[in-house]
C-alpha cells in the first residue's frame, strides 16, 4: 500500500509546467529578488554559524547503501614549482566520496516512481549512468540556492533534546512552533527542521544510529510546503522525512522525497548540523537569517555537498 492520501497529494501538489516545459529549478524559482533582499534585511548581529559537517574519513557513512565516508589522497606533495629553485613548493589533493556523503542538497533527479521525474522529464531518456542528462545539480547552482532560512526547531518546541525515533512531524506541528517562535512563512523561504537526531552523529558518535531510523517529517507535511510557496526543505536528520520501518516497506517508500522532488520539484537538504544555529535562535528569539548554501555545480549529478552558511 502507498502512503495514505499519497496519489492525491501527489496530483494536487505537481507543479509540472508551472514554470515553463524545460524548467530545471522547481520551487527554487519562488526566489526572485524581493525574497533575496528580505534575506539580506534579516541580518541583524552578523553572527554566522556554519551548518556543514566535515566531509572526512570520520563522517556519518556506516557503508549502507553503497555510501561511504570521503577518502583524501595527495596527488603533489611538497612539489617544487621550479625545480631550478626549490624553495618554493606545493600540494594538491584528490577527494573520492559518494556526493550523498554527508551535508547535501538532493538534486530533482535524485528520485522518481511511475519512470517519470520533475517536469515530467522521462526517467529512460533522463538517467544513465553518465548521470542525468535534464535536472543535474548544476541546474540548481546558477545561480545558486540562497534565501531567507527560516529554523524550526522542533525538538526545543517539543522540549526534548531530541525526538523520538518514531516520530512522524505532523503539519500541525509546524504551525504550531512556527507559531510559538513568532514566525510566519514567506514566498520563497526555505525552512531548515530540527529533530535533534544530529546529535546521534555529533555527540553519540553513534554512525548506524544516525542512519538508521529516525525522526522527521511526514508525507503530510508536502501540501503545507506546497500551500506557503516554500523553496527549499532542510533538517538535520539524513532523510529529512521520517524513516520508520512501516514507511520504508511501503509501495512508496520516501514518499516526502517523491513528493518534493518528483512531484513540486522542491530541492532537499540533508544532514544540516543545526545546533549552535539553535541555541543562538533560542537566545535572541529571532529564527530567520540569510541563507547561503550554493550546491557543487557537478554537471548531471544527482546532488551536490555543501557548507550551508547561516548569517543572523
Ligand atoms: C536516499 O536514501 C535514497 O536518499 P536520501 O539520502 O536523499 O535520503
Known sequence: ??????????????????????????????????????????????????????????????????????????????????????????????????????????????????????????????????????????????????????????????????????????????????????????VGDIILVRTGHMRAFTVDQDRAGFMGMQPGLSHHCAEWVHDKSLAAVCADNMAVEILHPEGLTSEMPLAFHMLCLRDMGCPLGEMFNLEALAVDCAEDGRYAFLLSAPPLAVTNGFGSPVNPLALK
Open 1 to 186: 500500500m502507498k502512503p495514505a492520501n499519497f496519489d492525491h497529494l501527489a496530483e494536487t501538489l505537481r507543479n509540472w509546467g508551472r514554470w515553463g516545459p524545460e524548467d530545471q529549478r522547481g520551487t527554487l524559482n519562488h526566489i526572485g529578488p524581493a525574497t533575496l533582499k528580505a534575506a539580506a534585511a534579516t541580518v541583524q548581529s552578523g553572527k554566522l554559524f556554519n551548518l556543514g559537517l566535515n566531509f572526512d574519513k570520520n563522517g556519518p557513512q556506516s557503508g549502507s547503501g553503497g555510501r561511504f565516508n570521503p577518502k583524501l589522497y595527495p596527488i603533489e606533495l611538497f612539489t617544487p614549482l621550479n625545480p631550478a629553485h626549490p624553495n618554493a613548493r606545493y600540494s594538491d589533493d584528490v577527494i573520492h566520496m559518494p556526493l550523498q556523503s554527508a551535508t547535501q542538497w538532493d538534486a530533482l533527479s535524485h528520485v522518481h516512481y511511475d519512470g517519470v521525474l520533475y517536469n515530467g522529464c522521462k526517467a529512460c531518456d533522463t538517467l544513465s549512468e553518465k548521470g542525468a542528462a535534464r535536472l543535474g545539480i548544476e541546474h540548481l547552482a546558477t545561480p545558486g540556492i540562497m534565501s531567507r532560512g527560516v529554523l524550526i526547531d522542533m525538538a526545543r518546541f517539543k522540549r526534548v533534546e531530541r525526538l523520538p525515533l518514531d516520530y512522524a512531524i505532523t503539519v500541525d506541528d509546524l504551525n504550531a512552533a512556527c507559531a510559538a517562535q513568532g514566525v510566519e512563512m514567506a
